[in-house]
């Protein structure tokens, strides 16, 4: 559906509605009946951390939808929604002593009824969110948006936030705080630390929403819960802004970057051992990817981007925090696979296509595609011998990242990819990053990771009338057996990095073994907690 907008309900419609809304607050926070379906579970578990033991309880699961009336529609996914198959991304935010701007401590009940009453608010405007995702005659998915609402659990940790193993989020954070959703687009937790605490996190489902889209939602539900804070721009839902053109024009450049699923041979499933025996190629221990969590100094990003940057050109931070990350990889794979000279290393990094398909007349106001809510990613990357990228110098790998960046950070770049997948639709494309090599001989040793800039993740805005979180940070534990690296601002906002790290677990000893200084295991003291 082109040209839908960003809410069903006409401006003069949001005043009235605030002011309707203010009023209801009050009845709302008692009795949670008026914007919440009467869907209730109650469930149970215990979890154990690497280091403290502790016990999640999970209570009630109430279904929170947009209180007014919402016209049933659907809503197709763009083309750039397309590239994405169906996975899940979670997003937390933890929150200690939280208190009013008055210094009037706040209790869990009071926190869980704030939330959920912006919450409701505002998927007013983001309805999308409220929806579901269905297949059409040709078996794409696409939105229907019919407000069916947002699960949202209300849980309880028996644990404080300083003795919370953050370093490692498959132990404390995967299925025990950030929800897994079983249902819809979006799902939410809200769960309650011994300490008094609070953990708010969320569940999105990626082929709705980008990291971009996730935080103007999450930044509008933010500024929703503190009624004096402005709004931000609505969400745009105009698919006609990613429509593709006529004729259609491709590089031919993006068949190396992409590919058409139907095209991929089927994956080897298992490998025959001694005695006739199989077990499945990922089985083995090493290659598993694990998720960790790294406090970087703003010295150290300051070092890496002054000696990639000693080739001429200044790299940016990014750049070189990738260069140097993809010189560790390459060499983890040498040393695991005996100095083996043809094993490949590649690295992807994902670009933002918004300021790159906003209009170029020199307008300063707001455009459409600036609050667009969808997917608009390419995902560049570069492919070496695993030997030339440890053996040349950061500069060199630096400069290489940059010209593949470089490549797909252009308006005509965007509009290749939407008529690439507007010449193979229905099939279904993905980038050939997440993809195996060719040859059995060719993947041996071979690693790859994608790394995706988190340094507009808007852990400051994050306040929902309590105060700022002392932490937030990605989960993106996807599934594949392609690495992914998320490097976000620290909440201290002095220049550091919070770094969302899932490689393989070989990968990862590497890592800290050979640059401790830089990767530092996430913990309490960083963030100011002890």
């Known amino acids: 559906m082109d040209g839908v907008k960003s809410s069903s309900i006409p401006p003069f419609g949001h005043i009235i509605y605030r002011l309707v809304f203010k009023l209801i607050t009050f009845h709302l926070l008692r009795s949670r009946s008026l914007l919440i379906s009467p869907f209730i579970e109650n469930e149970m578990g215990a979890v154990a951390g690497a280091g403290r033991e502790f016990m999640v309880k999970l209570g009630k699961t109430e279904v929170v939808a947009a209180p007014l009336p919402m016209q049933e529609h659907w809503l197709p996914l763009s083309n750039l929604d397309l590239l994405l198959p169906p996975l899940d991304v979670g997003v937390f935010f933890c929150y200690i002593n939280p208190t009013t701007p008055t ?157 058409p699923i139907s095209a991929l041979p089927p994956p080897p499933q298992h490998k025959q051992q001694a005695g006739g025996e199989f077990e499945p190629t990922t089985s083995r221990e090493d290659d598993r990817l694990v998720s960790r969590m790294y406090y970087v100094t703003a010295t150290q990003l300051s070092e890496l981007q002054q000696s990639a940057s000693s080739n001429g050109g200044k790299r940016s931070k990014l750049e070189s925090f990738s260069a140097f990350l993809w010189k560790m990889v390459a060499e983890s794979s040498l040393v695991a696979n005996n100095e083996d000279n043809k094993a490949i290393s590649r690295m992807g990094i994902v670009v933002d296509g918004r300021c790159r398909l906003m209009s170029q007349d020199g307008d300063d106001k707001p455009t459409p595609m ?115 690296v998320m490097p976000m601002p620290s909440p201290l906002s002095n220049g550091d990095w919070v770094v969302y790290l899932h490689l393989s677990r070989s990968q990862v000893a590497f890592v800290e073994s050979k640059a401790p200084t830089v990767f530092r295991p996430l913990n309490p003291h960083y963030l100011h907690l002890l």
């Open 103 to 259: 210094s009037q401590r706040l209790e869990y009940g009071s926190m869980v009824g704030i939330l959920k009453v912006a919450l409701a608010q505002a998927l007013v405007s983001y309805y999308a969110l409220a929806g579901e995702v269905v297949k059409n005659s040709v078996s794409e998915p696409e939105l229907l948006c019919n407000n069916r609402g947002v699960d949202f659990i209300e849980a309880f940790a028996d644990i404080e936030l300083c003795h919370l193993n953050l370093y490692n989020p498959d132990e404390t954070i995967e299925g025990k705080l950030v929800p897994t959703k079983k249902r819809g687009v979006l799902a939410v937790q809200a769960t309650e630390l011994k300490c008094g605490g609070i953990v708010v996190a969320c569940t999105f489902d990626h082929r709705i929403a980008d990291a971009t889209s996730a935080n103007m939602f999450m930044v509008f539900w933010a500024e929703t819960a503190r009624s004096d804070a402005p709004f931000s721009l609505p969400p745009c839902f105009r698919r006609s802004l990613l429509n593709p053109r006529r004729p259609l024009c491709i590089d031919p450049s993006l068949d190396r970057m992409y590919v």
């Open 370 to 484: 600036a609050s667009y809510f969808g997917n608009v990613l390419s995902i560049p990357f570069g492919e070496k011998r695993a030997r030339e990228v440890v053996e040349k110098p950061l500069s060199w790998v630096a400069e290489a990242v940059h010209d593949f960046v470089e490549s797909a950070a252009t308006r005509e770049h965007f509009l290749d990819l939407i008529d690439w997948v507007e010449g193979h639709r229905p099939a279904p494309g993905v980038t050939r990053i997440y993809c195996k090599l060719g040859s059995e001989e060719e993947q041996e040793g071979s690693t790859a990771f994608v790394v995706s800039s988190g340094q507009r993740f808007p852990v400051a805005k994050m306040d929902f009338g309590w105060g700022k979180p002392v932490l937030g940070s990605y989960h993106f534990p996807w599934g594949g057996e392609t690495g992914y």
